[in-house]
Every structure is written in C-alpha cells, then in structure tokens.
C-alpha cells in the first residue's frame, strides 16, 4: 500500500537558518502530494499542496516540489522564523480518499 | 479557521466507557474523514463518510462507529473505552468529489483522556 517517509526529527534550526525536511512516498501512479502544519495545541492547517510531477507548491516562504523520478517531496524555506516552530507533515492522497501520513517532523527554531 | 467544527475540545473519562464526538464539516463540503493522532501510531485514518453513506474504511476498531446526517455533520461514537484510545482525534472535510484532487480541511481536534 501507499506509505510515507519523513526524516526523522526533532530539527533545531537557528532564526534565518535554511530548512530543508525531507520526504519520500511509495505509491503507484500519480497521487497528490502535501505538507501539512500542526502549531502547539491546534489542529492540522494545510501548508501547500502538488497535484501532478514536477508541480512547485509554495505558501508563506515554503516550497516543495513534485519529484516523481525520486518519490520525494521535500519541504524547504530559506530564512525560517520562531513562529516556524510546529510539527511538520508529509502526506499523500489520491482523489477524494484518506491521507496517507509521515510520522511528523517536530521543528524548533531558537532566536 | 478552516470551517471545520468538532465538540468537545476535550474529553476526560474512565476506561469501560463510551462518548460521542461530533464534526460539523465546512459549508459546502459532503465528504467527513475521522483521524486518530497517538504518540505510538502517528496520524491513522479512520473512516470517511460521503453524502450520509459510508465510503472508507481504515484501522477503525469495532468498539468505535461513525455515521453522518442528512445536515452532514458527523459523530465517532467510542465504546468500552480503553487506556489505549487516549488520543487526539481530528475531523476533516472535503467536497468529495473523487475525480478531482482535493484538500482536505482539518477541525482543531477533540482530545480524550481515558482514566
């Protein structure tokens, strides 16, 4: 079945640091691809989002793109902030069917 | 706000038990996904409803049941509660319709605690 691998965290990051969190699905065919965010006591807030290989999602200074020829979706910003600090998810789905989960990535980012 | 709305926010009860959470999809939206989000199992998909019927099945245990209304809000009913099912649960909501790729909009979470 489909499956999802995230890197392993907890990542400590420095405020203006890059970030990059790694993410690499098995599945068959095409499925949609997403980061999701969960701050400190809320729930999962979508993040970006690639439908199709080679897609580019972006919001709020995060990109990822689409990789079909390595099943990777990796998560990147280039200068992270404190408020960046969340959890971190990589998921993926096909169509109007469950998310399949990654097992989270918990940021932290010192001033 | 993603327009999702789950009751309660949280959930204290003893183990042998049974409660009801409910989800109130966004406007619009026919599809209801259950998640379960625990320490040891990570985020786990539940059940979906779509349109009053059920669509999906996942690692739902038989102690729990879901159904969804004709105003299409949902309830996860848990019963003979165990320390186990302490967990967060999350209800999401998207338009359903499978051709398309959709997103999936997520509640704040309902929070048990089983004693």
């Known amino acids: 079945g489909d499956s999802v691998t995230q890197m392993e965290g907890p990542v400590t990051l420095s405020e203006e640091a890059f970030l990059t969190i790694n993410c690499t699905y098995t599945?068959?065919?095409?499925?949609?691809l997403f980061w999701y965010v969960q701050y400190p006591g809320e729930g999962l807030q979508l993040l970006l989002k690639a439908t199709k290989a080679d897609d580019k999602g972006s919001n709020k200074g995060f990109e990822a793109t689409y990789r079909k020829e390595t099943t990777s979706f990796h998560l990147e910003k280039g200068s992270v902030q404190v408020s960046d600090s969340a959890v971190y998810f990589c998921?993926?789905?096909?169509?109007?069917?469950?998310?399949?989960f990654g097992q989270g990535t918990r940021l932290t980012i010192n001033p | 706000d993603s327009g999702v709305t789950q009751t309660p926010k949280h959930l204290i009860t003893a183990t042998g038990q049974r409660v009801t959470l409910r989800c109130s999809p966004r406007s619009g939206d026919l599809s209801v996904y259950w998640y379960q989000q625990s320490l040891d199992q990570g985020l786990q998909f539940l059940i979906q409803y779509y349109n009053g019927e059920e669509r999906a099945k996942g690692n739902i245990l038989e102690r729990f049941s879901a159904q969804q209304f004709p105003d299409l809000h949902s309830e996860l009913n848990l019963s003979s509660l165990e320390l186990g099912d302490s967990a967060l649960y999350f209800c999401?909501?998207?338009?359903?319709?499978?051709?398309?790729?959709?997103?999936?909009?997520f509640g704040p979470g309902t929070r048990l605690l089983v004693l």
């Open positions: 999401a909501s998207s338009v359903g319709d499978r051709g398309t790729s959709e997103t999936q909009y």
């Open positions: 998921a993926l789905s096909r169509g109007a069917q469950k998310l399949v």
């Open positions: 599945a068959t065919g095409y499925p949609s």
